[in-house]
């Protein structure tokens, strides 16, 4: 079983910067890593993610040239999510998920790209969440 341990997050005014961590357990190649948020009422959603053994990222569009999906040089086991500009519309639980199979790509790609259409249950591993909040 695969462990993911977020951690970050917190409580800043708009237009400040927050920086997420993710950490996956385990040795094995992630075919899949990203973050999701869901805010109080809403659905989850995708906002970035690294597909195909991290070859390509994909950003929400409501978050383009704000968030930077980035992972760590010694292992492509830990992402990071940089929130820079961030808005109160941004606040939500952030949770990682990463997947092991070669075919989350397009499942998870479809969750980037068309908002309301994930199941969480497609996805693999998930973390606990953290939260994050921006005030106006």
């Known amino acids: 079983q695969v462990q993911v341990v977020e951690s970050g997050g917190g409580s800043v005014q708009a237009g400040g910067s927050l920086s997420l961590s993710c950490a996956a357990s385990?040795?094995?190649?992630?075919?899949?890593m990203g973050w999701f948020r869901q805010a109080p009422g809403k659905e989850r959603e995708g906002v970035a993610t690294?597909?195909?053994?991290?070859?390509?990222?994909?950003y929400a569009d409501s978050v383009k040239g704000r968030f930077t999906l980035s992972q760590a040089n010694a292992t492509k086991n830990t992402a990071y999510l940089q929130m820079n500009s961030l808005k109160p519309e941004d606040t939500a639980m952030y949770y990682c998920?990463?997947?092991?199979?070669?075919?989350?790509?397009?499942?998870?790609?479809?969750?980037?790209?068309?908002?309301?259409?994930?199941?969480?249950?497609?996805?693999?591993?998930w973390g606990q969440g953290t939260v994050v909040i921006v005030s106006s």
């Open positions: 998920a990463v997947d092991l199979s070669p075919a989350c790509a397009p499942i998870w790609m479809t969750a980037i790209r068309v908002p309301g259409t994930m199941k969480t249950a497609d996805f693999a591993h």
């Open positions: 385990g040795d094995k190649d992630l075919f899949c």
């Open positions: 690294f597909l195909n053994r991290g070859s390509t990222t994909y």
